[in-house]
């Protein structure tokens, strides 16, 4: 395994979230943090229609696998409407920086 990047997973997740999803919830929860919480950062969010072909899963699973990270909210689904009317659908963890919470305390 040769890269340069790393993913960042926020130990809330190990710690809240793992025991309370499914296998396939935090399969789906580690690419999107492969994507949004890599560093150097590759993107802010990620498509949902990426999904099947980065974690070889069915898009029913899928499915599930995104409701249950949103119940436990630790994802958000982002709408997207471009100019061409085409609408598209992404995950953003659902994760507060603790330095710009720092900030907002002060």
Known sequence: MKT???TIVPNDYVDNFLPKVSPEATTVFLVVCS???AW???ARELSVR???ELTGMTKRKIEKAINDLVEADAIKILRYEWPTGKVDYCLEV???DPDEE???NE
């Open 102 to 104: 720092e900030a907002i």
């Open 4 to 6: 340069k990047q790393i």
């Open 50 to 52: 990426r999904l099947p």
């Open 40 to 42: 150097p950062r590759r």
């Open 94 to 96: 659902n994760y507060t």
């Open 35 to 37: 994507y949004v919480g």
